[in-house]
Structures are given as C-alpha cells and as structure tokens.
C-alpha cells in the first residue's frame, strides 16, 4: 500500500473523529465555529471505540513516518485540527505525537490548551488579535490566520470582567462561553486595585516549580453554604504590572513596567529557558481527561524544577518603550510595523528592561506589542519568553479605566 493510500484511508476514519472533536461541547457548549477552543479532548466513550481500531496495531515506524508527515504538512489552522485528531486515536498515537509535537517556542505553532501557558517562539512573533464587546464586558483572543488584520481567527482565550467594591477581575478561560471562576475551563485572573494603576496577573496553576499560592482557595461560598470546588484553583502570582502616574495628563502616553513573578531575568541571555508548563494540573481541568498534553522532547530530560529551581533568582522586568514625538503629526509615535492603525492611549510595546542587565539589543527586541486597528479590534503580537495567557493578561490590564494615570 503506497504512502498516499494510506494518508487518504487515514484521513477517511479520521474525518469523523476531527469533527467530533473539534464540535465537542465544553461546559456549557461552544455556539459558534469561530469560538472553538484549541483543545485536543475527545470524550471517552469515543477513545474508548477507537482504542481497539486496526490504527492501534500499526507498525511503531510506520506510525511515526505518518505522523510526522501529517504534522509537518499541517503547519497552521485550521488544517491543524488534524493533528489533534490524530492524537486521540489510541495510546500509541498518543504517545507517538507527543513525542513529534514540540511547544511553541521551538515550532513556533499552537496546537493544544498547554501551547497557551508555554513561552512563544524566539525568533518572530505570534499574531493575534483581541474582539472586545462592551456590552458584556467580554473579550476573547484570537490566533491570527491570515495577514489581514480584521480577518478571522483561532479562538484561544476568552476573558470576562467583574466589578468588585474595592478592585476589578478579568477572569480567563478557555472555552468562549464558560468564563466563571468554578468553571472547569478556568486558568487564570487578573485583578486590580482601587486606582487602576496595579495589576495581579494569578496563574490556577504553579507556573513554575516553588510556586506559592497567595491564598487558600479550599472552599467557596454558594449561598448559605460551603462547598468545596469543582475546580481546586489557586492564586499563583504569574506577574505584577504597574502604570506610572502620567504627570502630562491626557496628552502624554502611559508609562508601565511588569515585573514576571514566573520567569527569571537569565531567560532572555543566550542560552537562558523559561520555565514551560508541561500539562495542566490532574484536578483541574476536568473537560479534558482523556488525552493528555503533550510534552516536547527537549523539555523531557530537563524538568521543570530543575531547570528554573525554583526561580529563586532575580526576576524578569518589562517596560514599555518610550515612544517618540513626531513634529509634523504632533503626536507621539511607535513603530508597530503595520500592525497598529489607530492611535489609542492604550497601544504600548514591552522590551526588556535595563534593569535585567540586559544588553540593547535585547532591550529594543519587543517581547509584546498591543495596539487599535478598530473601534473594539486590537492586535496582540507576543514571543518569547512569555506565554499567550500571561501576554493576554497584561493586554487586559490595558482596557481598564486607571483614574490616575489620565
């Protein structure tokens, strides 16, 4: 049987088993076909069927020779779906793929939920695009399919805002529709304080090993009663954001530094790493259960405890690059390549501070940009050393009122 008959019988049984998967309701349901979740979740009465499936029984050479074809000829979405389809065959599958599928900073792709919380690439940016609705205070992240800044995109991350007394949350989750706090989709908050000038980005998981949480989420009150959570998620610090008072008012751009509680300064020196979450917590995320995330082949033999130990050691600054004022347009201007086309307050550029003893190369390389191309569009273009979730947290801390700083 040649190579071809094989990659159309494959992608006959397969065909099924991509929709299904990607169609899967999460919660209380995905609706739409641009709100779908990168997740590679297939439910287990269907892994169950497929476990015993003549694929199972596939040479170990052969298997891999197709697996890496498929997942080097299905490099963007929304063709890339396959691959996570493939992962859901059968154990061998599954064992196979993880080993072939690489994170985010190596292959420079997206392909499952853990791709979010994993540094992006280092050598060009990921383009993304954020929709906000202000009428439910909603907004979601989308991975950037084509060149065209208005187009649509891969659903990522969806994150809704509350009000609280004394500050405000941005609660983050995975699924477009299910963005409460008990949710099983759940993976991180922002908060603020009372002047919207300091941000809390809070991880529900460790990011890192050593990692303390900040305060004991055991319980939750529902009503007249304690009950324990669906979903034990803490409060790990991931980074601390601050924006300076601006002294000019309206007229003068913000000023704002982040300080990543869960990356250390070495990781943007040559030969640095950041540290890489492998797979969400066991009890946490209990919309995906049967197929577990994959964990890269460089990451393998060097876990994460011991590569950052811990990250006792001084921790990585972010701060905004000045912009500069333009004579002619009288106003003040940033190169965002294209990628920006509507002047906002809130468009910024994040590079390494000199704090970190970094050197000025590293210091103009721009780890995060985020800018206005409509009324409720803007782009958020991210790289290494931060990951999706922690490049879309502190993009939110943008969108808030900050009494102070205007």
């Not at 059968?90 to 420079?108: A, F, H, N, Q, Y």
């Not at 202000?134 to 991350?157: E, I, N, P, R, V």
């Not at 669906?230 to 751009?253: C, D, K, T």
């Amino acid at each position: 049987m040649s190579f071809r008959s094989i990659i159309q019988d494959l992608r006959d049984e397969l065909g099924s088993i991509s929709r299904k998967g990607f169609e899967l309701k999460m919660g209380h349901g995905l609706r739409s076909r641009s709100h779908r979740v990168v997740h590679d979740a297939l439910g287990p009465p269907l892994v169950g069927a497929l476990r015993q499936s003549c694929w199972a029984n596939m040479p170990p050479e052969l298997l891999r020779d197709v697996l890496v074809r498929i997942e080097e000829g299905e490099g963007s979405w929304p063709v890339r779906k396959d691959v996570v389809a493939c992962a859901g065959v059968c154990r061998s599958w599954r064992d196979t793929m993880k080993e072939i599928v690489m994170t985010p900073e190596l292959s420079g792709k997206l392909t499952y939920p853990i791709s979010l919380k994993q540094p992006g690439p280092r050598d060009f940016p990921l383009q993304c695009f954020i929709r906000r609705n202000q009428s439910t205070q909603t907004y979601h992240l989308y991975l950037g399919l084509t060149q065209a800044l208005a187009a649509d995109g891969k659903f990522l991350l969806a994150a809704r805002k509350c009000r609280r007394p004394t500050c405000t949350e941005y609660l983050i989750s995975l699924d477009a529709d299910d963005k409460s706090r008990g949710g099983g989709t759940y993976i991180g908050k922002l908060r603020s304080n009372f002047l919207g000038t300091k941000f809390t980005v809070y991880d529900a998981q460790p990011p890192h090993a050593g990692a303390t949480v900040s305060r004991s989420q055991l319980t939750r009150i529902i009503g007249p009663k304690q009950v324990s959570p669906r979903v034990p998620a803490g409060n790990y610090p991931a980074a601390h954001i601050a924006y300076e008072l601006n002294v000019l008012g309206s007229r003068g751009p913000r000023r704002m530094h982040c300080v990543m509680d869960s990356i250390p300064a070495s990781a943007i020196e040559p030969g640095g790493m950041a540290p890489t979450q492998t797979e969400f917590l066991h009890n946490s995320l209990d919309s995906f259960p049967s197929v577990p995330f994959f964990r890269s082949k460089s990451y393998r033999t060097g876990s994460l405890s011991g590569s950052v130990s811990g990250l006792k050691e001084e921790m990585l600054v972010l701060k905004n690059k000045a912009p500069r004022w333009h004579e002619q347009l009288q106003c003040w201007c940033l190169n965002f390549r294209g990628r920006v086309t509507v002047a906002s307050v809130k468009n910024f550029q994040l590079v390494a501070s000199e704090e970190n003893g970094s050197s000025n190369q590293e210091e103009e390389k721009v780890i995060l940009q985020f800018g206005k191309v409509g009324k409720d569009l803007f782009t958020m273009d991210y790289c290494y050393p931060i990951s999706a979730f922690q490049a879309f947290a502190i993009c939110l801390s943008s969108f808030d009122t900050k009494i102070a700083c205007e």
